[in-house]
């Protein structure tokens, strides 16, 4: 387990860069004079009787933006965030009820920008063992972990498109069972496998 989370901390050390929604689809034009707005990922790594688990979760199915997708805890950087760690863990608080004393942040990496107009950092934390979830039922259907083992192999990983505004775009996937784990949340958990080397 310890091991687990020292490679995390050595792949955080490599030299990565920033990624977006963009990698597969190099001839996909970005819109002139786009304005992106700051948003931050909880990538929390939590350790159980089988090994690190990575925390994700479901978004609820009626929500107007990205309904019944796969997502990191996270959002918006608002005003009363002091920056994007702050809005990572007050966003996992809200989210799946983290609380304060529960993350220790491991470190960041370079922001995702994402076809929707954010710019999102991620946030790698370790999550105390003791730590169970409640969810907002408002935003969140469910909360749940995959083994970090499933998303630290690059074998696991495929790449899919799909039909998006008129043209095929192109993204990483990282099926775990019933859970179809894609975009921007794949591309991230991707960039962490490519520096785990």
Do not use: C
């Amino acid at each position: 387990m310890n091991d687990a989370l020292a490679q995390v901390r050595q792949a955080l050390t490599r030299p990565g860069r920033a990624t977006s929604d963009y990698d597969l689809n190099p001839g996909f034009a970005l819109p002139e004079g786009r304005i992106l707005r700051p948003a931050a990922v909880l990538v929390g790594f939590q350790p159980g009787g089988r090994g690190l688990r990575v925390i994700l979760t479901k978004r609820a199915s009626h929500l107007n933006h990205h309904p019944g997708q796969i997502a990191f805890p996270g959002g918006k950087v608002d005003g009363t965030d002091r920056d994007a760690q702050g809005a990572a863990l007050r966003e996992a608080a809200e989210e799946i009820g983290l609380p304060p004393g529960a993350a220790t942040v491991l470190g960041l990496s370079d922001p995702h920008e994402t076809v929707t107009g954010f710019n999102v950092t991620p946030v790698f934390a370790a999550i105390a063992p003791e730590f169970r979830p409640t969810r907002q039922e408002s935003e969140v259907e469910e909360v749940f972990s995959v083994p970090f083992a499933h998303v630290a192999d690059l074998g696991n990983y495929r790449v899919e498109s799909r039909l998006w505004q008129g043209q095929v775009r192109r993204y990483y996937a990282v099926p775990y069972g019933p859970y179809y784990i894609w975009g921007a949340t794949a591309r991230i958990l991707r960039a962490l496998a490519d520096r785990m080397g």
